[in-house]
């Protein structure tokens, strides 16, 4: 796991940052540069006990009082900071299979790269954001080598271990040479249309 460039603030005091982001909002007006010097010098863990705290403190819901005090692109990354890991990653992942066309970059980045308790945690958080799972909805939006490979990710159960670089040098030779004949990237069905690439594929990863 990399080491995360964002870590808890030892001064953090979920109280004061409570009162802060309440000063910034009542009243006329809003200091906006207030709630950025709040929302950034904490870590998500810690905004999460602020809005905990912030709903004890004043009756009131942290999130609904953002979203009535801040509009436009400003508003989308203030909400975003104070959702958790797995629920921004599934709101990005319903957001790239939902509607007109896929946008599989965000799929690809998502499932390949998260672990297997991060895939778990998604999936929860998934499944209370929306109506249908997310294996139901990647099976709805994908189809072929391309479906199986995503479901196969969905599933949170890849082995994990310490990387070997040998390896993925020799598996990302085994699937240049299998793709090498159509000239495309997956998902293609390469090694001329046997889409023997998915195998390789999925055992890679």
Known sequence: MPTPTIVANPGFSAEEESQALRKA?????TNEQAIIDSVVRMSNSQRQEVIVKYKGMFGRD???DLKSELGGNFEDSV???FMTP???DAKCLHKSIKGLGTKDKVLVEIMCSRTNQQI???KEAYKKLHKDGLEKDIKGDTSGDYERILVSLCQGVREE???DMALAAAEAQKLYQVCLPCHHRPPCGGGGG???WNIIFSSAL
């Not at 909002?25 to 007006?29: E, I, P, Q, S």
């Open 86 to 88: 797995a629920k921004f």
């Open 120 to 122: 778990n945690e998604i």
């Open 194 to 196: 046997g889409g023997g």
């Open 25 to 29: 909002m009542k009243g006329l007006g």
């Open 62 to 64: 942290l999130i609904d």
């Open 79 to 81: 909400l975003a900071l």
């Open 161 to 163: 271990k310490p990387a």
